[in-house]
């Protein structure tokens, strides 16, 4: 990995894409933790015959796939970390 990028080059915008993904990342998992009761109820509904909601699981796992992934790359992004090039 290669050294950090100076102060100087990181722009404010950034920063503020960067604080707004972790937000979200952190609302997902704080809406995942409230809504935990849910998930037996919505297993047996789909145990019962609503194949529906056999996708719950899978949608959620996207949506926390896709903006925690997007949120790790624009934090590596803003601390300057890349691979190193061959």
């Known amino acids: ?17 960067t604080l707004a ?11 995942l933790y409230l809504s935990s009761d849910m998930l037996p109820e919505l297993s047996a509904t789909a145990r019962r015959g609503e194949t529906l909601y056999a996708l719950v699981p899978l949608v959620v796992a996207m949506v926390f ?3 925690h ?14 691979a190193k090039k061959k």
């Open 1 to 17: 990995m290669s050294a950090p990028s100076s102060p100087a080059r990181r722009s404010p915008r950034a920063l503020i894409v």
């Open 21 to 31: 993904l972790g937000a979200a990342s952190a609302a997902l998992y704080l809406l």
């Open 69 to 82: 992934g997007a949120f790790t790359g624009q934090f590596c992004a803003f601390l300057g970390l890349r």
């Open 65 to 67: 796939c896709v903006v």
